[in-house]
């Protein structure tokens, strides 16, 4: 039951082809050549081959089993193809072919879904995998074998990418053509790949996806376990015709699709030749740490050229080395090695354009016998076509990425540095609330009800300032007057100067109607302004209903330097939900464009990066003669906000702007919130593209042998320890739990066990604390696991496996049975109808704890070694 379900798909044992008669004259359309490409990959004893007049009957296909059929007929022949594709129990199909209409898509989808069959296709151009000499597709001839993995959302391109990368030497493990009607869709492929011992990194090309959340979790697992690169088609504007606050107006889907990227640790690229320069970059044993890129040339023209675009990729130049002219091989070697050593330097291009006299091969062999893709990363770039040619070749020979051009060169650089930077947010798996005072949730859900309730969307700023308030967000005091006379009373208890502003529900941008005065000093201004700002909204806005105007306190503080305005607002991107922004704010907010963004939910870290990531990161340090602001105070407040879209789903658009920070502290002057209804089932997130850390899952439990241990989710950096577990097992207990004589766990399996889609999966260490005593004889203290159980949801949605394994000094103790328990809860919690297991027949231990959880144990049918365990939920 570790096979995953594609496994049929993509490593098929028998092939049934439902494709016409290749021998007919004319033949079936691409009968022909599918029948070629099978026969030539070694399938003849393999294949059953059915031609259209046999697809109406059972005949002799009653008894026979496959593990995948190829259906490539006509339209109106394929849904009758498939039924009898699912009454032989066939686990995987594909259907080649294009331009099927939606209709007939949909009845495939069904009848593949109520026979339990796995249907990539319709309308693709099928699957290649190389090193199985399996060329089930209409994309020609088979790919050369390599480690890439390339999946495709367009099967012009695929061809269009095959056909380039057989003039580049570029070999794939496999090669998918998805079409924009497959059953099996990107997030199931990517989790095939994530495991499959061939492939070495992904391509992928993609032009939309269906389900936020399952894309998310299947890219952000692929991509803990390999290098994945993306180029995503169809950058647009922001998926709305009307905005109703400033974060809104200036987010566009093509910025909320990097934002999701770079939490999931991904690479992007714009060109198709970048997928592979990235790809070669990142399959290679290459130690990524930094963006500081050394560059290393024989000429001025090309190491310009190299530093400028570094600069517009947004990479550092930690220098640029000019040779000269007569460099020789042994002064390319040093000045690599130079690069390598220094430690303000995190990889090293070198440059070589051919010169007159020059032995080109000879500077290459040196390089190449000195180049280590253990080190940091070293590119080169050796210049020019024919002459060259043979230079590049013998680099490319010793695993060393080498490129035409310094740009191109540079663009494989900036991927190794995304990667590293990405990766660094892929291992951030923050809880929904952080470690600051509890929010008053409940009280914000109830002013949100009662806007609802009243038919609004738009908060009110009081109403909005006080949904703030409820997280904890410093607010400016905030009062309402409904007269000029109330409006100065207010403001002589509150202290001149006060800021004036309109309450409206209809007034979503105030400056634009002039109703903010700002200054206001003594209670005479405080009457004009108030009576003018009436007539003002009046004349912009006649229909709009006024409530009253605010008096607030002017937002200076009394601090030594200069405050500065940013923003922090919140938009809703169709698929991935709920975004962070934050960038330089004031009224000028939507001139100056500045928005950084992140998905919720945040954690210090990654409140940090979202910061920085803005151009009004520049200003919050020492700037104008002022002393730095207070950075942390942002950071709380951001993860405020975080904590507010992960408890509210009702939250549509949000804008905090200005927000005054200086050295004192941050502090939100004004605030518009959108909201709208939405479902309400509290812990399910379901609004969310990713799942926060389940916090509230951790409970501590007394062992019987006396102490506590901790049972709670794992987490990404729980890697370590997982794996010293896994050492410290007995080799009879390793082979319990994996059916192998492994010693530790792969690196890709251990990143897959550990870094976890809690939507679809749940895994629960036993964690105790134990105390070791140094030479010096003073004590530490140091968690250890020694207990873990998994689910992992089936792909019918319905039923889920487990796992559980107990340190060999820890059984005994009801470790086995809690952590049993706890998963059996939290999957019955989750709607799964059927919890099962396969356990060794001669694991008693194993068996006994079974029957004693109420499991149903059998024989496994498929292998006499094993006992099936089976418990309803």
């Keep these: 039951m570790d096979q995953h379900y594609l496994t049929p798909l993509f490593n098929p044992g028998s092939i049934v082809a439902f494709a016409g008669n290749p021998d007919a004259d004319p033949p079936t359309p691409l009968a022909g050549t599918l029948r070629r490409a099978l026969l030539e990959g070694g399938y003849a004893g393999q294949l059953t081959w059915l031609d259209v007049a046999t697809t109406g009957t059972l005949g002799d296909l009653a008894n026979s089993r496959a593990d995948l059929a190829l259906i490539a007929l006509p339209h109106e022949q394929t849904l009758a193809a498939l039924e009898i594709v699912g009454r032989i129990h066939c686990r995987a199909a594909l259907v080649l072919s294009s331009n099927m209409p939606p209709t007939l898509c949909t009845e495939l989808h069904q009848t593949a879904r109520r026979h339990g069959v796995h249907l990539l296709g319709p309308n693709s151009l099928g699957l290649q995998r190389p090193a199985l000499m399996l060329n089930a ?53 990517l989790d095939y790949l994530s495991t499959d011992a061939q492939t070495q990194s992904i391509l992928v090309y993609m032009e939309g996806i269906r389900n936020a959340r399952r894309f998310v979790s299947a890219l952000r697992a692929a991509a803990h376990a390999k290098p994945v690169v993306v180029m995503k088609s169809g950058r647009q504007a922001a998926g709305r015709s009307v905005a109703l606050t400033h974060s809104a107006a200036i987010v566009g889907a093509d910025d909320v699709f990097d934002a999701v990227l770079r939490r999931a640790g991904v690479v992007r690229v714009r060109q198709f030749t970048q997928l592979f320069s990235a790809a070669k970059c990142l399959a290679s044993r290459f130690r990524p740490v930094g963006e500081r890129l050394a560059i290393v040339t024989n000429g001025g023209g090309p190491g310009v050229l190299a530093a400028d675009w570094a600069g517009v990729q947004g990479l550092q130049v930690a220098g640029v080395k000019d040779l000269g002219e007569e460099a020789t091989g042994e002064d390319y070697v040093a000045a690599m090695q130079a690069g390598i050593n220094d430690r303000a330097t995190d990889g090293v291009l070198l440059i070589h354009s051919p010169k007159a006299g020059s032995d080109t091969e000879a500077v290459a062999r040196a390089v190449g016998e000195a180049f280590s893709p253990a080190a940091k990363p070293v590119l080169g770039c050796w210049m020019g076509e024919a002459s060259v040619r043979p230079s590049r070749e013998l680099l490319a020979a010793k695993h060393m990425p080498v490129f035409r051009t310094p740009e191109g060169a540079v663009d494989a650089f900036h991927s190794i540095a995304s990667f590293y930077r990405n990766q660094q947010l892929l291992q951030q798996t923050p809880p929904p609330l952080s470690h600051l005072a509890d929010p008053d949730t409940e009280g914000a859900r109830l002013l949100i009800e009662g806007v609802l309730a009243e038919r609004r969307k738009v908060l009110t700023e009081m109403e909005s300032k006080s949904l703030l308030a409820a997280f904890h967000v410093p607010v400016t005091r905030t009062m309402l007057a409904r007269s000029a006379n109330e409006a100065m009373l207010i403001a002589s208890q509150l202290g001149y100067p006060v800021a004036l502003k309109i309450e409206s529900p209809d007034i979503s941008h105030k400056s634009d109607v002039q109703g903010v005065a700002l200054d206001v000093h003594n209670a005479t201004q405080v009457r004009d302004r108030y009576q003018e700002m009436l007539d003002a909204v009046a004349l912009a806005q006649p229909g709009a209903r006024i409530n009253g105007i605010t008096v607030q306190p002017m937002a200076r503080r009394a601090g030594r330097g200069k405050s500065r305005e940013v923003y922090v607002g919140l938009t809703t991107d169709d698929p991935f939900g709920p975004v962070i922004t934050f960038g330089a704010g004031g009224t000028m907010i939507e001139l100056i464009n500045d928005r950084a963004m992140e998905l919720p939910p945040l954690n210090q870290f990654l409140a940090r990066r979202l910061i920085e990531r803005s151009r009004a990161a520049g200003m919050l340090g020492e700037w104008r003669g002022a002393p730095p602001a207070d950075v942390q105070a942002l950071e709380h407040l951001l993860l405020r906000v975080s904590e507010m879209v992960c408890a509210l789903p009702q939250l549509r658009e949000m804008d905090i702007n200005p927000v005054i920070v200086d050295e004192d502290g941050a502090l939100a002057v004004d605030a518009r919130i959108v909201v709208d209804d939405a479902p309400q089932t509290p812990g399910s997130y379901g609004h969310l593209a990713i799942l926060p850390y389940p916090a509230s899952q951790e409970r501590e439990w007394p062992m019987r042998g006396g102490g506590m241990y901790t049972v709670r989710p794992i987490r990404p950096d729980d890697a370590e320890m997982l794996q010293a577990f896994v050492r410290g097992m007995s080799q009879e207990s390793r082979y319990f739990r994996f059916a192998s004589a492994m010693q530790e766990l792969p690196a890709r399996m251990l990143a897959r066990y550990t870094l976890i889609d809690y939507d679809r999966e749940m895994a629960l260490v036993a964690v105790v604390k134990e ?17 873990v159980a998994r689910y992992i949801t089936n792909p019918d949605g319905t039923s889920c496996e487990f796992s559980l394994a107990v340190a060999d000094d820890f059984k005994g103790q009801g470790l086995g049975s809690r952590l049993m328990l706890s998963i059996i809860e939290l999957a019955r919690n989750k709607g799964l109808n059927e919890i099962v297991g396969l356990i060794l027949a001669n694991n008693t231990a194993m068996l006994r704890l079974m029957h004693s959880l109420g499991f149903t144990v059998a024989a496994f049918p498929e292998d006499p070694d094993f006992r099936i365990a089976t418990k309803v939920l």
């Design 137 to 189: 597709s209409a994309l020609g001839p088979l790919a050369a074998i390599g480690p890439l993995a390339l999946v495709s959302q367009s099967g012009a391109l695929t061809a269009a990418i095959l056909d380039w990368a057989r003039e580049q030497g570029v070999g794939f493990s496999t090669v998918v053509s998805l079409g924009p009607n497959t059953a099996v869709e990107l997030p199931q492929v």
């Design 771 to 787: 105390r070791h005593t140094g030479g010096d004889g003073s004590h530490t203290e140091a968690e250890r696991l020694v207990g």
